[in-house]
């Protein structure tokens, strides 16, 4: 079985750090046993935790560094940092590395060794779950220059293509900015034409680059000129290797069965579940990757949780399998009663919720331990979200429902 890994860019808390610890007992002790009592059989550790950008900070944090001590001293468990992000943030690893010396790798930088660079050693970990891809895609949601997840995805994709894998970006919400024509910024690097040389160095080993960019984002953030009644929407602002379409595109390339990184994400190898799914759950074979999404930001502070909801409904129409999960501050989304004036111009996220449940290949779920650090209930209306714990939570992420395809399941941050 291939490593389950994870791809951590943002400051990881101790919540998180928590349930990730929790889930990892759990996927020893009621997915993989064997693992306990035979853990040198296998060749690759059972999970490989990515950390880069401020994720890094948690290596040092009074509040986190106990949690990683926990993870860490489970078996078969890596952990890979960026030793570009280390310097840049002049964290040091030497008493950690001390104490775990076979569990800790800092890869160097590009210049010094390129070859095992941070972002090829993730490449190659992820392309291990599909080992006939010849793509590795990247989902962008954060605008550039005060963002630096936009520079890890150009670096991660030009990673790709130095393993001869065709580099995909698909820019969602924010995210599309990284398309915009003519960027002149001062202090950092040109993202826009980041992805054009992106685009020259894959085209020069024959490989090529594919940038998608959903039209609902693009129009609301005045990308959208023109739109020749086939769905093909022109833009003036945008790069030219840009294609602005509909979210179904990208969706459609999330049915196919290559690695998809995002900024803070998984991959995870296939455990196929025993128990039977609910009725509600498809009962088509498909040859797509299932996916769990984690929405885990309040519901009307930024539009990453309806966002999420629209990548989730819009993934299950097209028959990917698709379970969503409320985690940490996701789970208001589902507290309360929230009320809506009639003309106001936001979705209500529980009548979104309420509306797409019991929908085929897809499924809602609120992580209870979550509501419960908050002092909150779920709202009883919302049948439709079954409430779920550590045992729970890690079924869901590490095993795929029987329908599912591929030999792997995405999990996606929102």
């Given at each position: ?28 002790v ?29 290596l ?26 280390l ?6 690893l ?75 970006v ?100 296939i ?36 966002g ?41 996220m ?56 591929g ?8």
């Open positions: 079985m291939a490593s389950n890994s994870f791809l951590f860019g943002e400051k990881l808390t101790a919540e998180r750090l928590s349930w990730v610890a929790e889930s990892l007992k759990n996927f020893f009621a997915i993989h046993p064997d693992a306990l009592r035979h853990p040198s059989r296998e060749k690759d550790p059972f999970f490989i935790f990515f950390l880069t950008g401020d994720s890094l900070y948690s040092h944090d009074e509040e986190t560094l106990p949690l990683w001590d926990i993870i860490l001293s489970l078996p078969s468990v890596r952990l890979v940092c960026d030793r570009e992000e310097d840049l943030r002049g964290i040091s030497s008493s950690l590395k001390m104490k775990y010396p076979n569990n800790i790798s800092d890869q160097n930088g590009r210049q010094n060794s390129y070859p095992r660079s941070f972002w090829r050693e993730l490449v190659r970990v992820w392309r291990r779950h599909e080992t006939g891809s010849g793509t590795f895609g990247f989902l962008q949601l954060s605008s550039p220059y005060m963002n630096r997840p936009c520079q890890y995805s150009l670096t991660c994709l030009h990673a790709a293509v130095e393993e001869q894998m065709a580099p995909e698909y820019a969602y919400l924010d995210g599309i900015h990284i398309s915009h024509l003519n960027q002149k910024p001062t202090e950092f690097r040109n993202i826009g034409e980041g992805f054009l040389e992106l685009e020259q160095v894959a085209g020069k080993k024959n490989l090529p680059f594919t940038m998608l960019v959903c039209s609902r984002c693009a129009g609301a953030r005045g990308y959208s000129t023109w739109d020749d009644g086939k769905g093909i929407v022109i833009s003036t602002c945008t790069i030219e290797p840009c294609k602005i379409r509909n979210l179904n595109v990208t969706i459609d390339r999330f049915r196919k069965n290559h690695p998809i990184a995002g900024e803070s994400s998984g991959i995870a190898g455990a196929r579940g025993t128990e039977p799914r609910p009725e509600s759950w498809g009962k088509k074979e498909s040859a797509s990757p299932s996916q769990v999404i984690v929405i885990t930001r309040t519901p009307y502070g930024t539009e990453h949780t309806f999420a909801l629209s990548f989730a409904i819009a993934a299950a129409h097209q028959g990917i399998a698709t379970r969503v999960i409320f985690l940490e501050d996701g789970v208001y989304a589902l507290t309360g009663t929230h009320t809506a004036e009639s003309d106001d111009v936001f979705f209500n529980q009548d979104v919720i309420d509306a797409a449940s019991g929908s085929e290949n897809l499924e809602f779920y609120a992580h209870t331990p979550s509501l419960q650090r908050r002092s909150a209930q779920k709202n009883k209306q919302l049948k439709g979200v079954l409430d779920i714990g550590t045992q729970e939570l890690a079924q869901l992420l590490f095993s795929a429902p029987k329908n599912a395809g030999n792997h399941q995405r999990i996606l941050f929102f």
